[in-house]
Every structure is written in structure tokens, then in C-alpha cells.
């Protein structure tokens, strides 16, 4: 092989790449997709690209707004991701990212709430060993499956982004709930009439609970503006949610639903790191705290580990559904029947 067909062929090559590549980003654009504001306290990575733009490490409180492409064939209950970067059409891609000033963050998510119909909100927390680039894929995902109308917005803490990351998860979260509860202080003060549905999944609801529970101790004027709390999975110490959490969210004027499961074993392996049972476990019977909701989800169908139903099981996403946009307690949503015990009621799926 001569050097000048070497040439040759290595421009063709370079011209096949480039335009697998446009095309590749031509399908991702020309797909449906779901627009989402967001608020992160990791900070910047240096890389341009939007799946790698924020790191693991901690920051300043940015603001920004995002797209996701979503697959043309999504099905309901499904996170159609790829661990490669290759037909971006089967799967959900973080499309863009662009950072806002806290000003211009708050003023159109008020031109939002005021156009289209949009007068919701729903803010989501995402778990232990998340990347932001997940997180807000998630996001798109329960909001198209739940076709939610309002407006979608992400929290994302500096997860480190891995399984071997567990403690330092933990002193991160707690490390975020300052932050995040003025960022609900300020969605409430600042975005105009309409409703706050919060969701919160494994240890984001740390943050999510002690955010909440400070607005309504040092703002509970502002509670009005909230219209449920979902507690997906929660990673917390059950003794503690019995004892000081949940009787903190209760009682408050806001709905809230705790949903557990027998079948969790990301939780198991949670009990065994920190010595005791987690609030989203199941052991006899799912925890109860009076004022609160819970719910036993063992019976819904998610994976090997299952501890993501809540947006991986058709059932819990439904029930969401009707808690979101409907806002139905448990007692009207059809799929649920009451089980009465000595410490009070909780709700399991109908088989």
C-alpha cells in the first residue's frame, strides 16, 4: 500500500466518521424531547459536552436549563440508555445544556409557569451513585411517562458517581440540604401561582426531608405553594424517619407518600453498611407514621435490584400520576387496597 493511498483512505475514513457523527446528531435533534431547568451544587468539569459538563466535585449553587432527546420507540417504564454514545436515536441523550444566572433562572421558570398551561412544578432529587448527566435523563423519563405538563426541574448534589462512593455520598447529601432548601424557598417565593410536587429517590431523600422540614419550621407561609412530597425508596434510618423525620413532614397541609419494598435489595445492602433497617424497607410491614401515606410496592415489577420502581414499574408510575396531576389520595386511587394494622394503615398494590 503506497503512502499516497494510505492518505487516501485515512480522508475517507475521517469523512465516513464525520458524517456518521452529524448525522447521529441530526437524528438526536430532529427526535421529541423534554426541556428541564435545573440547580446544581457540583461543579463545572471543564468538559464542554452536556453528558460531562458537570463533575463530581462541589461548587457554588449554579442554575441552568437542559434538553432530552427522548427514543422514538420509549417505552413506558423504561430508561433507554447506552454506555456508548452510538445510535443516540434508541436512546434518551442529553441534547444541551445552557447555564443561567439566578435571575434569569427564576424569571423563566415564571414565564413558563404563566404560558402553556404550565402552572406546575415538579422537582426531582436523584439518589446515591448518580451522575448529573443521569439524573436529568431520569427526569425526562418519568415526566414523558407521567405526561407531566408543568415544568420539570432537577436538584442535582455531587453524587461521585460510583457504587464504591458510598460514604462520601452521604457527607455530600447532607452537605446539600442547605442548599437545597433554599433553592425550594426560592422556586416557592419566586415562580409565581401554581403547585410544587416534590419527588425524592434513595438518598436524595435526605436532602429532600430535611429541606422540607426546615421550610416548615422557618417558612411555613410558604407551604401553601406545595402540593405532595413523594419519598421513593427512602435511604434513611427507620428508626430515625419514625421518630423525627416523618412526624417533621406530617401534619403540614402538604401531602406526603412514602413508598417502601420487601423486594429492595439495594436497601438490604444499605441496613448491612450502616447496622440498621432503612425506611424504604420492608420487614413485617413497611414503616408508619402517622399524617403520612405509605405505600408497599414489593409487588411491582423492577430488575434485579429493585429500587428504582419508581420509574420502572407501569404501576408505581401510574399511582404517581394520579398523586401528580390529579392529586388523588389513597384512599381514591383505584390500584391500591387499605391493610390495617395495631400501628395503623398502610396501602399495597392490588394483584
Known sequence: MTQTFRSILAVLLLAFELAGCSSAYQAALDRPSRS???????????DRHPADFYGTERGPVQYGRGTVAIPQRHRVANLEMSSGRMHPDRYFTLQSLDTLDQQRFFSELTLLRRTGGQ????VF????????????LRLAQITADLDFRGVPLLFSWPSGCSVKLYREDERSVAASEGNLYRFLAGIAERSGPGEICLLAHSMGN?????AFALLAKQRPELLRRFSTVLLAAPDIDEECFRKEVGPALAGKGVPVTLYASRSDKALRISEGVNGNPRAGEVKEIPVIVPGIET???????DGFLGHSYYNRSRTVLSDMLYIINRGLPASERFSLQPVDTPEGRYWRFRK
Open 36 to 46: 428541564f431547568l435545573y440547580a446544581t451544587d457540583r461543579a463545572r468539569s471543564g
Open 119 to 122: 402552572s406546575g412544578v415538579l
Open 125 to 136: 432529587v436523584h439518589g446515591y451513585s448518580i451522575c448529573f448527566e443521569e439524573a436529568a
Open 206 to 210: 435526605r436532602a429532600m426531608t430535611s
Open 295 to 301: 405505600v408497599d410496592a414489593t409487588d411491582t415489577s
